[in-house]
């Protein structure tokens, strides 16, 4: 059985950092971070491919690190300079395709169970 378990995840203040974690059962070619704030439809944060590619959403570029460990099978977000705006369930997606996936949500057939972060001002 596939299992994607994140953790985590809490409160901050603005400005402040925090890092998310994301262990698997099994290695995947591509994983990413989804978030989905209340109201809003979830969307992709980063994507990081097995060999190391990865992709953004133009919100976090430059505040928003994601790694992989491959021998962990564990995934990684370093998030910095962290906005009230950021607050929302962060996800961890897994897939495993030929090609990266990138940010491409339907790609992505295994999820976790999600980790709440909420950035205060």
């Known amino acids: 059985q596939v299992r994607l378990v994140e953790s985590g995840g809490g409160s901050v203040q603005a400005g402040g950092s925090q890092q998310l974690s994301c262990t698997t059962s099994?290695?995947?070619?591509?994983m990413a971070w989804f978030r989905q704030a209340p109201g809003k439809k979830r969307e992709g944060v980063a994507g990081?491919?097995?060999?190391?590619?990865?992709t953004y959403a133009d919100s976090v570029k430059g505040r928003f690190t994601i790694s992989r460990d491959n021998a962990k099978n564990t995934l990684y977000l370093q998030m910095t300079n962290l906005k009230p705006e950021d607050t929302a369930m962060y996800y961890c997606?897994?897939?495993?395709?030929?090609?990266?996936?990138?940010?491409?949500?339907?790609?992505?057939?295994?999820w976790g169970q999600g980790t709440q972060v909420t950035v205060s001002s």
């Open positions: 997606a897994a897939a495993n395709r030929g090609v990266f996936a990138g940010l491409l949500m339907q790609w992505y057939n295994y």
């Open positions: 990081i491919s097995s060999a190391g590619s990865t």
């Open positions: 099994r290695s995947f070619s591509s």
